[in-house]
């Protein structure tokens, strides 16, 4: 079991970049799925993306090229590095953590980008 705690979300002109962190209660060293998903309103939760293994990273397409997901163990945090931001990304972001084919999910932060 784990805690996720997120944090980095706000307001940012259309362009511009934030770093989103996700805090994890414990070491995450052996937790190899972990990633970002986003929900706007009046949409599905949908992927944004993953990192596995500390490698092997997934974006969605509309993401490709702008966002980076990172990891530092040492700190048991997952990064998620948005530039380039456009009003579709708004949305709020959450981190998820895949333990033993069970999700775990932070309470989410609110990114808003205005044009």
């Known amino acids: 079991q784990v805690q996720l705690v997120e944090s980095g979300g706000g307001l940012v002109q259309a362009g511009g970049s934030l770093r989103l962190s996700c805090v994890a209660s414990?070491?995450?060293?052996?937790?190899?799925?972990m990633g970002w998903y986003r929900q706007a309103p009046g949409k599905q939760r949908e992927l944004v993306a993953r990192i596995i293994s500390g490698a092997t990273t997934i974006y969605t397409d509309s993401v490709k090229g702008r966002f980076t997901i990172s990891r530092d163990n040492a700190k048991n945090t997952v990064y998620l590095q948005m530039n380039s931001l456009k009003p579709e990304d708004t949305a709020v972001y959450y981190c998820?953590?895949?333990?033993?084919?069970?999700?775990?999910w932070g309470q989410g932060t609110q990114v808003t980008v205005y044009s």
């Open positions: 998820n953590a895949l333990i033993d084919l069970s999700d775990y």
């Open positions: 414990r070491s995450i060293f052996r937790i190899n799925n």
